[in-house]
C-alpha cells in the first residue's frame, strides 16, 4: 500500500482501516476480533482508540483480514432484492449508510495506486456512493443528468440507448468541468447492459479525459462489456453471474 503513495495518502489510507476496525467493533467484541485477526486484543483496543496506528504494511494486512470477517460482497448480496421481472432492486442498498461508508473504503484500497482527478457518475443512484468516494478521495465530483441546469451556458452531451423502450436517453455535464488529461474514477450502482457506463466514458472522452477505473457497487455477468470499450480497471462490491439472476427471479 505504501509503495505509490505520498505520506499524507499513506496516513489517509491507515486511518481508513482504523474506521473500518472501528466499524467492526460495533458487532465483535475485542475477544472475537482477536480471535479473527490474529492480533492481541490490547493492539485492538489502541487501534481502535486512535492511541497508535498500524504501519502501512500491516495496515494491507489487517485489511485484508477484516473483509474476511464481514465482506463487502457477503453485506450486498444479503441485502439485495430480486423482482420478478428479472431487474434488480438496491434500493436497500445505494442509501445504506453504513454499506455506502464500507464501498466507499473499497474502492478507495482498489484505487490507491492510480491517479485520480475527478469521479463522476450519473444521477441518481449513484451519488451517494459517488460522493462519499470523492470526499474520501478529497477528488471533484462529476454528475452527468439527463436535463440541463438552470444558469450553465454550455454543455457537453452524448445519447444513448438505454434498453426496454424506443426512447433515447441523454446525459449532460457542463463543459469545462473535465480538462484535458484528467484522470477519471467512473462509479455506479449497477452495471448490467454496460449501456449508461459506455455513455460516461463517451462523455469523458469527448472532454479528452481519460478513464483510469471503473467502480460498481454490482455487475451482472461480462456481456455488458461488448457495449463498452475501456481499458482500465474495473471493480465491484459484488459480482453477479447472469445464469445465477434467472435462477432467483425463477
Request: contains cysteine; positive net charge; proline residues 3%.
Amino acid at each position: 500500500m505504501t509503495k505509490y503513495l505520498g505520506r499524507y495518502d499513506d496516513l489517509k489510507l491507515r486511518l481508513m482501516v482504523i474506521e473500518r476496525l472501528r466499524l467492526l467493533k460495533d458487532k465483535y467484541s475485542y475477544k472475537q476480533l482477536s480471535n479473527l485477526t490474529g492480533l492481541p486484543e490490547s493492539v485492538l483496543c489502541r487501534y481502535v482508540k486512535g492511541s497508535v496506528l498500524p504501519g502501512g504494511e500491516t495496515a494491507l494486512e489487517l485489511w485484508k483480514k477484516l473483509e474476511n470477517i464481514e465482506s463487502l460482497s457477503s453485506i450486498i448480496k444479503s441485502k439485495i432484492e430480486y423482482t420478478p421481472d428479472g431487474l434488480l432492486n438496491l434500493t436497500r442498498i445505494v442509501y445504506n449508510p453504513y454499506i455506502i461508508k464500507l464501498a466507499s473504503q473499497y474502492a478507495v484500497m482498489k484505487f490507491s495506486s492510480k491517479k485520480i482527478k475527478k469521479v463522476i457518475t450519473a444521477a441518481i443512484n449513484g451519488i451517494p456512493l459517488a460522493t462519499e468516494i470523492a470526499v474520501n478521495m478529497e477528488k471533484e465530483l462529476i454528475v452527468a443528468k439527463d436535463a440541463k441546469e438552470v444558469g450553465i451556458k454550455e454543455f457537453v452531451e452524448t445519447s444513448y440507448h438505454p434498453g426496454g423502450s424506443s426512447e433515447m436517453k441523454t446525459l449532460y455535464i457542463p463543459k469545462g468541468c473535465i480538462k484535458h488529461g484528467d484522470e477519471v474514477l467512473i462509479v455506479d450502482d449497477l452495471i448490467r447492459t454496460g449501456r449508461t457506463l459506455n455513455a460516461i466514458v463517451r462523455l469523458v472522452e469527448k472532454n479528452k479525459g481519460r478513464v483510469e477505473g471503473v467502480f460498481a457497487l454490482v455487475v451482472v455477468g461480462d456481456k455488458w462489456r461488448e457495449n463498452v470499450k475501456i481499458d482500465c480497471p474495473v471493480e465491484a462490491g459484488l459480482k453477479i453471474e447472469e445464469k445465477d439472476l434467472v435462477k432467483k427471479v425463477v
